[in-house]
């Protein structure tokens, strides 16, 4: 298992897993950081992130998550506002730890 950083989150992933992140633009390939690994012997950590691990990818899909309401409301002014939007997701599946 590996703890990792892809475009300014955290995740954790093994081998084979398919991970839901920020949206990554077509012909996009950000860089997957690895922050530690963890393994039977022990725990690996990074200072702030272990180089030497490199994390493959591959892009499976582009989902559309649930929408989210945003309502905002001011007491005894009669101010009431309702704002809505879908997140965009990329749908990621971890390939390889080298």
């Given amino acids: 298992m590996v703890i990792i950083r892809i475009l300014g989150k955290q995740y954790q992933a093994n081998v084979g897993d398919e991970v ?3 949206r990554i633009s077509e012909g996009a ?3 997957i950081e690895v922050l530690a690994v963890v393994e ?5 950590l990074g200072d702030p992130v ?3 691990v490199k ?3 591959k892009i499976v899909d582009q ?3 649930d929408k989210i309401r945003v309502f905002k409301y001011k007491s005894k002014s009669r ?3 309702t704002i ?3 997140p965009q997701k990329t749908l990621i599946k971890i390939e390889k730890i080298a």
């Fill in 50 to 52: 272990l180089s030497k």
């Fill in 20 to 22: 839901v992140v920020d």
């Fill in 79 to 81: 101010y009431r506002k």
């Fill in 63 to 65: 989902v559309k998550e």
């Fill in 29 to 31: 390939k950000p860089e």
């Fill in 55 to 57: 994390v493959s990818y």
């Fill in 40 to 44: 039977d012997k022990g725990i690996t």
């Fill in 84 to 86: 809505g939007f879908t």
